[in-house]
DNA sequence: CTGTTAGCGCGTTCAC
DNA sequence: GTGAACGCGCTAACAG
């Protein structure tokens, strides 16, 4: 490999010294240059290759610019976008996203901190936080800037850049009742997650709030947003016997498995019962059937929880007291397709009777 | 944020030079220092949260154990196993990967190595060249490792992992002739990408060899591995009318929009025509029907190609001279799914008579 | 406007 | 076995 031109190699070429180079190099400080030396400066590291030498910058300067970015699995289809935002937004201001994944372990969490640290990342952005983690609560001591995304922390001290999860529900069970359906089930996420609770406490509040049946066992939870857990919640559910007609799931792999299950006992979706998921995640409207569910702007999360991420970093180098952490919530919108319909006739007769 | 513990401050608080620490704490010198020195020394660093600054030993010994990590779209569910693999073997030398996507621009693709370069990455892997691109012909020609995974360039200099498309498309072949399919229809993928122009001529060649009908009009090329193309494929095939009762996808996304517009002409699969994807990508198995493909490991190809890349660079430092180019074939299988079905006695034993 | 000087944190020669 | 000195490539303060 050629041995990599540094700013001395232009300075020589040039014979100038290094520092008007560094100078006519950086948009900055090319003001103090003679126009036609930095156009000269500027034409000879072209042609030489130059390239800036990142170490010896962050060395220098104590800044990388570099950002982390945690997910639980970039494999799991909700991830990928979530990361394409957060390196769209921070390519356009010459920062690079390293991403890691944790696999929801604690132990895998705090390791990949650590190497990310010793990188010198600037912030995090953490897609991949429990409710009351104690790896971010740790690092935000340390002053560490960090943004939540799609999740949050219980901490509000820590920024964040979610979704509007109760409206996200409340649409869909106002969409259920309009279709006549009264005895809903609920397949929850994991509760140590904030997406899972306030999913799971939103669909609560609007079960009662709606006059919908309320009965505990209707609502079973997943140890994880797998199609997996969504298959055996659907089983444990049909296993209870309690009669439902439409089945909230509080994603869209979760759904997916239960609509596998469905089918293993020969129930079919929508006829037999109405599934609904949440993310409106890719080919969500390519399955069989095609998913009614919320579409979160996932993309657009991670885009903005890079921005306000790169906004607390400029902050920060201005004042010495920090800003109270800003709180970003995204709107949801509704995707109704083939995997709900109406109750028959019959039954929505019998639906009002009773209420 | 708390001031970073440098070296100099475990060496102050013990008393002892930089130097000591730093050997104590480097496995390869710490025969060089009393044992119990060293102890102290760790135990130090330990107490005080040292972390051996990445950018001062970058710049120290021109090593950043960085490697880029190159792909079309990460937002693509091929690439997130793909990386996946690679970032996890990558972990285990104690090297991170920095993941860029290029969107397939050139444009894009040379600002991305531009910065990667500037990062000092020792090495790339490329997920998404093209069959000659001229941004790895260049690095190629600067000496920067490489490694292609999934795709090839045609320049056998270059190192690769990739899959044995001839094989998969030979079964996928295979299968359907043996459910009675004699008049087989091909969306094609971009010829331009070494996967699509190795799976299209292995489609053509064994066709032959099977004693399939060989007719140019079965077959319409996509411009890019997507569900849309596959829609638009699809509908083309289908005005071309002429008759055929499978249909052979380069891809799942191909297959997936495909089997959508034959759907919307009020055909249904496999029943009207049976259907074939490539890749086995995730929910694959969920679709409807779900797809007939070609298994193909992803995530052990990320994980290969980070290993090989690896000897590569742990190879260059030792001898001078560079061994040639490695390229691994991995093995594909075949799952047989619900999109593809024997033809109907009766068309059999047309086909038959025919042949 | 440009050159000089210093030092970021570390590994690696040398001496001792 | 340990300390001293140097320099990787760069930016920033200070001179001129």
Chains 1, 2 share one sequence.
Not at 118 to 145: C, F, H, K, W, Y
Not at 229 to 254: I, K
Not at 280 to 287: F, G, K, S, V
Not at 298 to 322: K, T, V, W
């Amino acid at each position: 490999m050629r041995k990599r031109v540094t700013l001395k190699d232009v300075a020589a070429a040039l014979g100038v010294h290094v520092s008007t180079v560094s100078r006519a190099l950086d948009p900055k400080t090319r003001h103090l240059i003679t126009p036609e030396v930095a156009e000269q400066v500027v034409a000879a590291s072209e042609r030489l290759g130059y390239r800036p030498n990142a170490a010896a910058y962050s060395l220098k300067t104590n800044r990388t610019r570099t950002i982390g970015v945690i997910v639980p699995d970039i494999t799991n289809p909700v991830f990928p976008p979530i990361f394409r935002g957060a390196d769209d937004a921070l390519m356009r201001h010459s920062y690079i996203a390293i991403l890691g994944n944790t696999d929801s372990s604690l132990r895998r969490e705090a390791a990949i901190v650590d190497t990310l640290l010793a990188r010198g990342v600037e912030g995090l952005i953490m897609a991949s936080v429990t409710a009351n983690d104690s790896v971010v609560g740790r690092l935000a001591q340390e002053g560490l800037p960090m943004v939540t995304v799609n999740r949050r922390v219980d901490d509000a001290g820590i920024a964040s850049v979610a979704h509007d999860e109760r409206e996200g529900v409340r649409r869909i069970l106002t969409h259920l009742a309009s279709l006549g359906h009264r005895r809903i089930a609920a397949i929850a996420g994991p509760q140590d997650l904030s997406t899972g609770r306030s999913r799971h406490q939103a669909f609560l509040e609007y079960r009662a709030a709606m006059g919908l049946a309320e009965d505990d066992g209707l609502v079973v939870f997943a140890g994880g947003f797998t199609d997996a857990e969504g298959e055996r919640c659907a089983e444990e559910l049909l296993a209870r016997d309690r009669g439902f007609t439409a089945l909230v799931c509080a994603n869209d792999l979760l759904a997916i498995g239960a609509i596998a299950a469905l089918r293993r006992r020969r129930l079919s979706c929508p006829e037999d019962v109405s599934v609904t998921g949440y993310n409106d995640m890719p080919l969500a409207d390519r399955l069989f059937p095609p998913l009614t569910t919320i579409r979160v702007e996932q993309y657009r999360a991670g885009h903005a929880a890079a921005d306000l991420l790169i906004e607390m970093l400029a902050e920060r180098s201005g004042s010495a007291e920090p800003a109270p952490a800003r709180h970003i919530v995204l709107p949801v919108e509704m995707v109704i397709r083939g995997s709900t319909q109406a109750l028959p006739a019959v039954s929505v007769a019998r639906g009002r009777a009773k209420a």
